[in-house]
């Protein structure tokens, strides 16, 4: 079972809720290696099976400069936990602090895959849609797109076991010579790509349709996505809701629940930053208990397949 270093300290409710949803998933048999401080940490532990710690003397608060923080606190949580990943002695890591903190740690310290221009973040749709970038790279070109498109297949095979996966570029109409010069640019490359089925052009409505298994565009054009998304599912569960609630269908609301539970964030538990010597899953700043629990089973499932690997064997493809 791979070992996967959790940023005790990283997160709005850290590190209680960071060491209770640890304790959750290593009673699964994932390895857990907790970074923080020690006597914090413990005193969560209490009454649950010991864990490996290892201490942290510093913290990078939302408000730091991520990349100013990584170089300058060598002793924060974040660093410590990516040097144990760099240093082999972790699979993975998760942290649910500072997100620009965690891509300056995963890219500074442990290292991007060879051939890497820009890790990105690949967020998983209810469905097993992949989508990225979801926000960590806001202008891109074309040839980022490229690589964007094979790492998240090597994701989204892993997920879905669809090899090869199918690939969508987000775009404003179906037609080849839609979007900006962007979009018109990357359909081109993509549809060249050997190891993948580009399927074209989809827009922002065929997410679920189950056309696609990977969606790839620009970081603010993914964020903006997610977002939106996120907002639409919890105003319709909202208005139907009330609409079953004033029809007295209460059996019918028990079921939009089950269905309200499936589209929770905290279902999923985090974010991959794909492009990186190593999984890393980013877990929302507010993850609870449950969150934090889903982000650890995530990575260590991902490290257990090799991703970091199968991204790298991708890459090096398109240069052959």
Do not use: W
Request: net charge negative; aromatic share 2%.
């Amino acid at each position: 079972m791979p070992r996967i270093a959790v940023d005790a300290m990283g997160g709005d409710h850290a590190p209680e809720q960071v060491v209770l949803g640890a304790a959750d998933a290593a009673a699964t048999g994932v390895e857990i290696v907790l970074v923080g401080d020690v006597a914090q940490i413990e005193t969560v532990l209490s009454g649950h099976p010991p864990m490996q710690v290892v201490p942290a003397s510093q913290v990078v608060a939302m408000s730091d400069d991520p990349a100013s923080a990584i170089r300058e606190k060598k002793d924060a949580s974040i660093s410590i936990t990516a040097r144990l990943v760099r240093e082999g002695r972790a699979d993975g890591l998760v942290s649910a602090g500072s997100t620009g903190a965690t891509l300056a740690a995963a890219a500074f310290i442990i290292g991007r895959i060879e051939g890497v221009s820009r890790p990105a973040i690949a967020s998983m749709f209810p469905h097993g849609e992949v989508v990225l970038d979801s926000g960590a790279n806001l202008n891109c070109r074309p040839e980022h797109l490229v690589q964007f498109a094979v790492m998240g297949a090597a994701l989204a095979e892993i997920r879905n076991g669809r090899s090869p996966a199918r690939v969508g570029l987000i775009n404003i109409g179906e037609e080849p010579g839609k979007g900006r010069e962007l979009e018109r640019e990357a359909f081109e490359a993509l549809s060249t790509v050997a190891g993948i089925d580009f399927v074209g052009n989809l827009e922002g409505r065929d997410i679920a349709s189950g056309l696609a298994d990977v969606l790839v565009t620009d970081g603010f054009t993914g964020n903006v996505l997610l977002k939106t998304a996120e907002g639409a599912a919890r105003m319709s569960y909202e208005l139907m809701s009330k609409a079953l609630v004033d029809g007295n269908q209460g059996h019918m609301h028990d079921v939009l629940e089950d269905a309200r539970t499936q589209l929770d964030p905290e279902a999923t538990g985090g974010a991959h930053l794909l492009g990186t010597k190593g999984v890393v899953v980013i877990a929302h700043g507010s993850s609870s208990r449950r969150a934090v629990a889903n982000a650890i089973l995530l990575a260590a499932e991902e490290a257990e397949h090799h991703l970091a690997e199968r991204i790298a064997s991708g890459l090096a493809a398109l240069d052959s």
